[in-house]
C-alpha cells in the first residue's frame, strides 16, 4: 500500500509538524501494510489557516461552479474505484466483494447527488418582503470513523463543498490511507488550494485539537456517543455548530403475518455485512414468543453461509475482537441461549469473530442494550404488537430498525410509533437522497441528501 509521510494543507503535500508515526494493520493477516504521520496540534492549526484563508473565495463561487468541482471529485473516485475498493480490503478488511460494492461504489454515488443538489438547490428564496440567503457555516472539522472510511468522508465533505465550507478531515487512525487515496482524487478534481484538508492522526490529540480549535465553525463527527458527548460539550462551551452521528441498537420488528423467513434472512444479510460493524445494523430481531423458534432455526440456517475469511471479514482491530467476544461471553453468562456461533476465534489468524446468533434474549440483558459492532444478532421474543414497540423503543439509541408486516400499510403504522431516524419497511432500499441520523444518543443532524447539505449552510434574511 503506498503512503504519504505528510499531510495534504493548502492544496500540497507537506512534510508534518511531528516525527511521530501510526502504523497501519491488515486486519485478516495482522501485518503492517504502512505508515502515517501521527499529526500534532501545530498540524491542525496549518490545516485550518489554509482552510480560512480559502473560505472568502470559495464561499462566494457560483453554486453551478461548486457543482462542476463536485462533479470532477466524482469522477475522479470513481477513476480510482479499484484502487480504493483494494485499499479498504487491506486496512479494514472488508471482502473484496463488499468493497468495490459499497465501500468503494456508494461514494461515487453520493458525490454525484451532491454535485446535482449544489446546481439545483435554492441558496436565496423570497418570503415575504424578505430575501432569504442560505449561507455557508464556514470552517468545517470533519471527523471520520473507521467502519465505512470512504463513504463517511464524502458524506461530509461533498454537503460542505456544495455550501460552499472548507474543509479540514481528521480521518480514523485504523483506516487513513483511504483518506489519503480520497485527498489524492481532490488534487485530481482541481479544488482551490485550502478548500480541503487532511490531517491524519490519533483522535484524542489530532481530533481533539481540530473539534477545540477557534478557526473552526463546525464539528461534523461519526463515532461512538461516548466520544460524541465530549465533543458536544466543547461545541457547546463555544458556541459551535456541532453534528453528530453516532451509535445504534436498531430494531428489526418482525409482526405477525409476515415472511419470517425473508425478514429473517435479510436482517441477518444487515448485521453480517461489514462484519457487524454498521451502526444502522438490524442488530435486534423482535419476533413474537410463538415464532421464536422457528426464526431462531431460520437465522441459525442463515449465518450458517456467512463463513469467516469469505463472506464475512475481520473485525479492524484486535482490542475490537475482544470487545465483540467479550459480549458473547457475557450474553451466555447472563442466559441468552446461544443458536450459533460463539466466542471462540474461528481463524488461527487475523481479528475475526464467529458469526453468533442468540435467542430467548430479554431487554435488560447486556447485548440487547449495549452497542457491540460485531456479528452478533439477538433475538427478543415479544406478547403483542404493544410489547414489541416498547422493546423497540427501550433503548437509549434511535438510529434505524425495520418492519415487516403482511401488508406496507401495517409496517408503516407501527414504524411511524418508532423512536428512530430511519426504517425501512419489508425489505425497502437504501435510498442516498433520504436523511440519516438518529433520535435521542443516536445523533444530531442528518446526513445525505437536501437535509445533509443544509446541515452546512446557515440562514440570512434581508428586509426591503
Given amino acids: ?44 492549526d496549518a490545516a485550518v489557516r489554509a482552510a480560512r484563508a480559502a473560505l472568502p473565495a470559495w ?13 470532477a471529485l466524482r469522477d475522479a473516485l470513481a477513476a480510482r474505484k479499484d484502487e480504493m475498493a483494494a485499499t479498504i480490503t487491506a486496512e479494514l478488511g472488508a471482502p473484496p466483494q463488499t468493497a468495490q460494492a459499497i465501500h468503494a461504489g456508494l461514494p461515487v454515488v453520493v458525490a ?17 418582503n424578505s430575501t432569504v440567503l442560505m449561507e455557508p457555516v464556514g470552517v468545517v472539522g470533519a471527523i471520520t470513523p473507521w467502519n465505512y472510511p470512504l463513504h463517511q468522508i464524502v458524506a461530509k465533505v461533498a454537503p460542505a463543498l ?37 490531517v491524519t492522526g490519533l483522535g484524542p490529540v489530532a481530533g481533539q485539537a481540530l473539534a477545540e480549535h477557534d478557526g473552526v465553525d463546525m464539528v461534523s463527527f461519526t463515532g461512538s456517543t461516548a466520544v460524541g458527548r465530549r465533543i458536544g460539550a466543547a461545541a457547546g462551551a463555544a458556541v459551535k455548530r456541532v453534528a453528530l452521528e453516532l451509535g445504534g441498537k436498531s430494531a428489526n420488528v418482525i409482526l ?10 435479510v436482517g441477518i444479510a444487515n448485521v453480517m455485512s461489514n462484519s457487524g460493524q454498521t451502526c444502522s445494523a438490524w442488530t435486534r430481531m423482535l419476533v413474537h414468543r410463538d415464532l421464536q423458534d422457528e426464526a431462531a432455526d431460520l437465522a441459525a440456517a442463515a449465518v450458517a453461509k456467512y463463513v469467516p475469511g469469505d463472506r464475512v471479514g475481520p473485525l479492524v482491530n484486535a482490542k475490537q475482537q475482544e470487545r465483540v467476544r467479550g459480549y458473547i461471553e457475557k450474553g451466555i453468562a447472563e442466559g441468552a441461549r446461544l443458536v450459533a456461533g460463539g466466542p471462540e476465534a474461528p481463524l488461527d489468524k487475523g481479528y475475526y469473530v464467529s458469526p453468533t446468533v442468540f435467542a430467548d434474549v430479554t431487554p435488560d440483558m447486556t447485548i440487547a442494550r449495549e452497542e457491540i459492532f460485531g456479528p452478533v444478532v439477538s433475538i427478543l421474543p415479544y406478547e403483542d404488537e404493544d410489547d414489541a414497540l416498547r422493546i423497540a423503543n427501550g433503548t437509549v439509541y434511535g438510529l434505524a430498525g425495520a418492519v415487516w408486516a403482511a401488508d406496507d400499510e401495517t409496517a408503516v403504522a407501527f414504524a411511524r410509533r418508532m423512536e428512530t ?41 434581508l428586509q426591503f
Fill in 162 to 198: 456544495a455550501a460552499g465550507c472548507t474543509i479540514v478531515l481528521k480521518p480514523a487512525e485504523d483506516t487513513p490511507l483511504t483518506a489519503q487515496l480520497f485527498a489524492e482524487a481532490v488534487d485530481a478534481a482541481g479544488l482551490p488550494a485550502g478548500v480541503f484538508n487532511l
Fill in 421 to 461: 431516524g430511519q426504517v425501512d419497511i419489508n425489505g425497502g432500499r437504501f435510498n442516498p437522497l433520504a436523511p440519516f441520523g438518529g433520535y435521542k444518543q443516536s445523533g444530531v443532524g442528518r446526513e445525505l441528501g437536501a437535509h445533509g447539505l443544509t446541515e452546512y449552510l446557515q440562514t440570512k434574511s
Fill in 256 to 265: 405477525p403475518g409476515a415472511d419470517l423467513a425473508r425478514a429473517v434472512s
Fill in 59 to 71: 464561499a462566494a463561487t457560483a453554486p453551478a461552479d461548486r457543482a462542476a468541482r463536485i462533479a
Fill in 112 to 128: 454525484g447527488t451532491y454535485a446535482d443538489l449544489a446546481a439545483a438547490f435554492a441558496f436565496e428564496e423570497k418570503v415575504g
Fill in 1 to 44: 500500500m503506498k503512503a504519504h509521510d505528510g499531510m495534504y494543507i493548502d492544496g500540497a503535500w507537506r512534510p508534518a509538524a511531528g516525527t511521530g508515526t501510526i502504523a497501519v494493520v491488515n486486519p485478516a493477516d495482522e501485518q503492517v501494510i504502512g505508515h502515517v504521520p501521527a499529526g500534532t496540534a501545530e498540524d491542525v
